[in-house]
């Protein structure tokens, strides 16, 4: 029993910091849209899609891409909050149709789900489902969203000063580290049987790895830093 519990809590560890932040971060465009995970091709070699599956993911992507340039005038006149809300639900709705257009597998939507699960990290234990899977109490739900909250707050005041375009190591090193805190809060929170349960939730771990565009098209190296 005791050597299960450090190997559910290892695997809830490595879930969560898998890639470093406090918060899921997306690589974002202007407007607040991401590039949808869907779309990239180190997880599209993880769910192993085919050419077929590709060229019509692509081709409902290009229509995805024409609507939100749309939606992107419509959204200067939300406050951030609004704007954050609009695009999270646009995104939502893009990666609902893209999985639709790729007639994935039930094997590639699951892994699909583990992935993004990741990608959210420490901010999943906020979602409602995800509570609700975990069967949290109450009690564990504040505990929780007292963690996210202190978390935010320090990560910010570490931050505030710091120039995001000189100073971007020094900021992913102080989020990293305010991470590691918080996930510890978290994970001190859960039951064994809600570490197990995390685990499966999301599978393997998987490092998503983002190219970055140069203006006027080509692309650099891939980051995994997101």
Do not use: H, Y
């Not at 899921?24 to 192993?48: A, H």
């Not at 699909?112 to 990290?121: D, T």
Request: glycine share 6%; hydrophobic share 30%; charged share 40%.
């Amino acid at each position: 029993m005791r050597t299960f519990c450090k190997t559910a809590l290892s695997l809830v560890l490595v879930a969560l910091l898998a890639s470093p932040g406090l918060a899921q971060r997306q690589r974002q465009r202007p407007g607040g849209f991401g590039q949808n995970l869907l779309t990239n091709k180190s997880v599209q070699e993880e769910l192993k899609i085919t050419k077929e599956q590709k060229e019509k993911i692509d081709e409902a992507n290009k229509k995805i891409q024409d609507k939100q340039r749309d939606e992107r005038a419509k959204l200067r006149d939300l406050s951030q909050e609004e704007r954050r809300e609009k695009a999270q639900a646009l995104q939502k709705e893009a990666t609902e149709e893209l999985i639709k257009a790729g007639d994935l597998t039930s094997e590639q939507k699951k892994r699909f789900a583990q992935i993004q699960l990741q990608q959210r990290r420490t901010r999943a234990f906020a979602d409602a489902e995800v509570q609700k899977q975990l069967k949290l109490t109450d009690a564990q739900k504040e505990t929780i969203k007292t963690a996210l909250k202190e978390g935010e707050d320090k990560a910010t005041a570490e931050t505030k000063d710091l120039d995001r375009r000189t100073d971007f190591q020094k900021i992913r090193e102080i989020r990293q580290k305010v991470g590691k805190e918080t996930q510890g809060k978290i994970a001190a929170a859960l039951t064994t049987e809600q570490k197990k349960i995390w685990a499966d939730m999301v599978g393997e771990p998987f490092e998503v790895k983002f190219e970055q565009r140069r203006p006027g098209g080509g692309n650099r190296r891939p980051r995994s830093d997101q």
